[in-house]
């Protein structure tokens, strides 16, 4: 849906098997998340985003099985038996042809991330990674450790050029962040291993001079609540005033205090080039994203409210900021990751860094994962 569609959730009906499988990634039946329940092997899946209503539709079964023979009926009857069961079965296909139809024609349809866009990934106790290849619910399409789980930071770059991005964590080594970067999706030796930054230094990667590779960055907050970029263009140490940039960009408004501030990386005008950007919170509980086209100081080129709903401080409830290309146009756009102890963390992800509705909503993970994008 785009921003301007009416907002409310992708309820989607899928086709199920009758065993229900008890790997779960919140609720997994045959391969998709839902929030329904499971109805003569049809799956009934509704949900309410931002105000809007639900969608709950159910598929009757059409699987290639005759229904169960009524009572009274003998085996000399057997032509009209089968006669009976056929007709059964038509109706049952019209029905569910019926169905799919106005799913479509509602717009539930579940959607997947276009050809070279972003999609969902976490991270378990630090070191479980878990990454699909759809916008949507469902079990991981790969998954491997990488990593030990006090690690201190996670994420996903492509640190080789070669269209991938693969995992990197920060470990802190005799008081110095240590980045550990790995060149696939799989367990194994870090390919890239050195110290850069501080202690309490936020890292960050992309790719600053759009030569293709990611490289890393790191994010300081001054004792005004300014944030200071040092952005390396190599995947080494050193100091990024004489490898890459420094500069500042953005405040946290309530330095010290609630509500937070996320410094967030992105290509926000789909040039090649990531630059940097700020989420801000606020007491009323709206997101606002300040995000600049270039990596040298200045006023944010993007000024908007994405999302108003956050509370701050509960560890019950959780609202995180996340960044991707959704749809595969060269763009990143803005998401929210809204968590709740008792449910799968909702997905809430847009195309453009603008204000407006989600365009692709779905649940992924659990309460507490860490949320990342990756493609």
Same mark, same amino acid.
């Given at each position: ?256 205090? /609630?509500?937070?501030?996320? +410094?967030? %990386? *992105? =290509? #926000? !005008? @789909? ?5 940097? &950007?700020?989420?801000? $919170? ?33 560890? /019950?409830?959780?609202?995180? +900021?996340? %960044? *991707? =290309? #959704? !749809? @595969? ?5 803005? &998401?929210?990751?809204? $968590? ?36």
């Amino acid at each position: 849906m785009r921003g301007d569609s009416p907002r409310y959730a992708l309820g989607t009906a899928l086709l199920a098997k009758r065993t229900v499988p008890t790997e779960h990634c919140g609720a997994v039946v045959d391969g998709a998340v839902v929030d329904g329940a499971v109805v003569d092997g049809a799956v009934v899946d509704g949900a309410v985003v931002d105000g809007g209503y639900s969608a709950a539709i159910a598929l009757v079964n059409v699987r290639n099985k005759r229904p169960a023979s009524p009572t009274g009926w003998t085996a000399g009857s057997s032509r009209r038996r089968f006669a009976v069961e056929e007709e059964t079965m038509r109706r049952r296909r019209v029905l569910a042809i019926a169905t799919i139809m106005a799913v479509s024609m509602l717009g539930v349809a579940p959607a997947a991330a276009a050809e070279d866009g972003s999609n969902p990934a976490i991270v378990r106790e630090g070191n479980q990674w878990h990454l699909r290849d759809s916008l949507s619910g469902g079990p991981a399409t790969t998954s491997f450790f990488y990593g030990r789980s006090g690690d201190t930071q996670q994420m996903l770059c492509d640190w080789n050029g070669d269209g991938t991005q693969t995992p990197g964590v920060v470990r802190m080594t005799n008081d110095r962040p240590q980045w550990l970067l790995r060149n696939s999706n799989s367990g194994g030796p870090a390919d890239y291993s050195f110290i850069y930054g501080r202690s309490g230094d936020r890292a960050v990667c992309g790719d600053w001079n759009g030569d293709g590779q990611q490289t890393p960055g790191i994010v300081r907050e001054l004792d005004d609540g300014t944030y200071e970029w040092h952005l390396s263009y190599r995947l080494s140490g050193g100091s990024a005033g004489e490898i890459g940039v420094v500069f500042e960009f953005g405040q946290d408004q309530y330095p010290g205090d /609630l509500p937070p501030a996320w +410094p967030v %990386v *992105g =290509d #926000w !005008n @789909g040039n090649g080039y990531d630059s940097v &950007g700020i989420v801000q $919170g606020h007491p009323d509980g709206e997101m606002q994203w300040q995000l600049r086209d270039a990596t040298v100081a200045g006023e944010p080129d993007f000024d908007f409210v994405y999302y108003d709903r956050g509370v701050w401080g509960d560890h /019950l409830e959780t609202h995180i +900021p996340i %960044v *991707g =290309d #959704w !749809n @595969g146009d060269g763009q990143d756009g803005p &998401g929210v990751i809204r $968590g709740s102890g008792a449910v799968s963390p909702q997905w809430l992800l847009r195309d453009e860094p603008s204000a407006g509705s989600a365009d692709h909503v779905f649940r992924y993970g659990r309460h507490l994962d860490i949320t990342l994008s990756w493609r």
